[in-house]
């Protein structure tokens, strides 16, 4: 059964670049999508984008400008970043992973909190 | 972006109740709907996928339904275990979006 795990710096300062990773265990990373998604405190769920396992993404546009993601097959990871980040910004992220972009999400990690100040 | 709008924002039931979730699209998205169950401090776990999909290892008592903007998902049987925030997510257009989310409680 496949088990994901986000991790990075619980806090980042205004300005600065969020940086998270998604580890991958118990299935390969092939022919799945991987997708990041961010959930502020008491706030709905929302998908930031995902990355295909051959490096091909799709973003929120509401946030298009400022992520970039990618994965590394050959680590079992794959990456999130998102530059200039407000306290808008502060969240539990989560990392979750589906076979196409017609199916839901199947399988998530347990979400890290980032908070952002200054 | 397409709107999602779950109603009730909260709900109160007793065990062996039925309960009943809905879900309105501000515009049409086909059946590109994912039905989702959260407990404290947990991701999200897939119950219901494709409107009317029951994920693998689901209990029955959990179905979905509807099509185009209008959806529902039903508890038939409410179960103590069934506690936690339901949500539901549209993948038929980019950016993916979900609704506000319905608490479930147990009386």
């Known amino acids: 059964q496949v088990q994901l795990q986000e991790s990075g710096p619980g806090l980042v300062k205004l300005s600065e670049t969020l940086s998270l990773t998604c580890s991958v265990s118990?299935?390969?990373?092939?022919?799945?999508?991987w997708s990041w998604l961010r959930q502020p405190p008491g706030k709905a769920l929302e998908w930031i984008g995902h990355v295909y396992y051959n490096g091909n993404t799709n973003h929120n546009p509401s946030l298009k400008s400022r992520v970039t993601m990618s994965v590394d097959t050959s680590k079992n990871q794959f990456s999130l970043k998102l530059t200039s980040v407000t306290a808008a910004d502060s969240a539990v992220y989560y990392c979750?992973?589906?076979?196409?972009?017609?199916?839901?999400?199947?399988?998530w990690g347990q979400g890290t909190l980032v908070t952002v100040s200054s | 972006d397409i709107q999602m709008t779950q109603s009730p924002s909260t709900l109160s039931a007793s065990v062996g109740d039925r309960v009943t979730i809905t879900c309105r699209a501000s515009?049409?998205?086909?059946?590109?709907l994912a039905w989702y169950q959260q407990k404290p401090g947990k991701g999200p776990k897939l119950l219901i996928d494709k409107a009317s999909s029951l994920e693998s290892g689901v209990p029955s008592r959990f179905s979905g339904s509807g099509s185009g903007t209008e959806f529902t998902l039903t508890i038939s049987s409410l179960q103590p275990e069934d506690f936690g925030t339901y949500y539901c997510q549209q993948y038929n257009v980019y950016s993916w979006t979900f609704g506000q989310g319905t608490k479930v409680e147990i009386k």
């Open positions: 118990g299935d390969p990373m092939t022919f799945y999508y």
């Open positions: 979750a992973r589906h076979p196409t972009v017609y199916n839901g999400l199947t399988d």
């Open positions: 515009q049409s998205i086909s059946s590109w």
